[in-house]
C-alpha cells in the first residue's frame, strides 16, 4: 500500500501527553484530524481533556478553528499502544526525555503500526539516530521538535538520524506545511537541533551574568525583552548585523564590526550550575512573583504570543 499524502492526513497518534503532546493534540483536532493519544499516567486523559480545552481559546485567535469547542469526539485515549494505532498515519512521540523509554516506545508503537506509518519524535535534545537504532523499520522515523508551545509557535525543526529515509524528511516536511507549521529541515542532526542551542547559547550568557554580578535576572530578562526579543521576531539573528551595517549591510558591519565582534565572542561566560548558582536564578527569577502561580504566567505568555503572531500577520 502506498504512504498517504501529506495533505490527506485523516488520522494521527499522540504518545505521552504532558506540555508538548497536548499541544500537538490541540493543533492537529484543530486541523481536523482524528487523534489517538496514549500516555500511562493515571489522570492523563482527563488532564488532556482539561489542557486541549484550555488551549483552544488561542487557536480560535489565530484563526486556527473556527470551532467554538474542541472535537473532544474526534479524541480517542488508550494506556498503553495497541490496536488504534493500525489506522494512525503519522505517530507524534512527545514521551519523556530519556533513551530507554524512546527506544521502548518506538519498538511498542512499530508492533502495531502500518508499514507506511511515519513516526516522529518531539525530543528536544536526544539523537533521532539514537532513537531509531534498534528499530525494525528506522527509515520512517525523524526528529520533528516542535518549539513550545506548539499549538501556538509555528516552528518544527525537522530532521533525520542516518537511517532516516529522505523521502519520510520530504513527506514531514509537507504535512507540518499543511497543518499550518513553519518546519524547519536540518541537513544532519543535532543534539538540540537549532532553537534550541541558540537558546542554550544565550542562556548560558545571561547565566553568567548573573554569575558575574553583572546584573539581576530581572534586568537581564527585562533587557532581552525590550530589545533584541522584539527585533529576532522580526528579522532572525543574522539578519539583525545585515541591517546593523547600514547601506553596505553584513559584509560592511563585518568589516568595521567584525573584529569587537569576536573580542566579544572570546569574552563570553562558560558558568557551572553549581548549587549557589541554581539558587541565585532561582531565586532572582521568582523575587517579584508574589503569589503567581505558573500557570497564571503560561497563560499571561500564552495571550502576548497570540498578540505577537497576530501582529506578524
Ligand atoms: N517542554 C518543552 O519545552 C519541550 C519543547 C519541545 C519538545 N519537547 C520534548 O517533548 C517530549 C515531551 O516533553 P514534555 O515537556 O511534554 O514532558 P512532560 O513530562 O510534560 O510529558 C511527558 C508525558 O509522557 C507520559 N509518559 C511517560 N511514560 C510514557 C510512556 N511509556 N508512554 C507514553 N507516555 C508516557 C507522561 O505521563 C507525561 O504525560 C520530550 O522529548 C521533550 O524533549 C519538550
Known amino acids: 500500500m502506498a504512504r498517504i499524502e501529506p495533505n490527506k492526513v485523516t488520522k494521527v497518534a499522540i504518545v505521552g501527553t504532558g506540555l508538548i503532546g497536548a499541544g500537538w493534540a490541540a493543533l492537529f483536532l484543530a486541523n481536523g484530524l482524528k487523534v489517538h493519544a496514549i500516555d500511562p499516567a493515571p489522570d492523563a486523559e482527563v488532564r488532556l481533556h482539561d489542557t486541549i480545552r484550555s488551549m483552544w ?71 533521532i539516530g539514537d532513537i531509531q537504532a534498534k528499530a525494525r523499520n528506522p527509515g520512517r522515523c525523524l526528529a520533528a521538535h516542535p518549539f513550545n508551545p506548539p499549538h501556538i509557535l509555528p516552528l518544527v525543526e525537522v530532521s533525520g ?15 507540518y506545511e499543511w497543518l499550518g507549521k513553519t518546519p524547519v529541515r536540518l541537513s544532519r542532526q543535532i543534539e538540540g537541533h537549532i532553537a534550541g542551542r541558540l537558546g542554550a547559547a544565550m542562556w548560558r550568557e545571561a547565566v553568567s551574568l548573573v554569575d558575574q554580578g553583572v546584573a539581576t535576572v530581572a534586568d537581564i530578562d527585562a533587557a532581552v525583552r525590550n530589545g533584541p526579543g522584539p527585533r529576532w521576531a522580526t528579522t532572525g539573528c543574522h539578519m539583525v548585523y545585515h541591517l546593523g551595517g547600514g547601506d553596505g549591510g553584513m559584509a560592511n558591519y563585518l568589516a568595521h564590526l567584525g573584529e569587537s565582534q569576536q573580542r566579544r565572542w572570546d569574552s563570553l561566560g562558560t558558568p557551572t550550575l553549581t548549587a549557589e548558582l541554581c539558587e541565585k536564578l532561582t531565586e532572582g527569577v521568582t523575587k517579584d512573583l508574589g503569589e503567581r502561580s505558573i500557570a497564571s504566567l503560561v497563560d499571561e505568555r500564552d495571550r502576548k504570543l497570540v498578540q505577537i503572531m497576530q501582529s506578524r500577520g
Open 161 to 175: 538520524g542516518p537511517k532516516t529515509d529522505d523521502e519520510v524528511l520530504d513527506w514531514a516536511m509537507s504535512f
Open 57 to 127: 481559546g488561542s487557536l480560535r485567535e489565530l484563526g486556527r478553528t473556527s470551532q467554538p469547542t474542541p472535537p473532544l469526539d474526534a479524541l480517542s485515549f488508550s494506556s498503553t499502544p495497541g490496536a488504534e494505532l493500525a489506522s494512525a498515519q503519522l505517530v507524534q512521540e512527545s514521551a519523556p526525555e530519556k533513551i530507554e523509554i524512546k527506544q521502548q516506545l518506538l519498538s511498542d508503537i512499530e508492533a502495531w503500526v502500518s508499514a507506511e506509518t511515519i513516526i516522529a519524535s518531539s525530543t528536544s535534545a536526544l539523537l
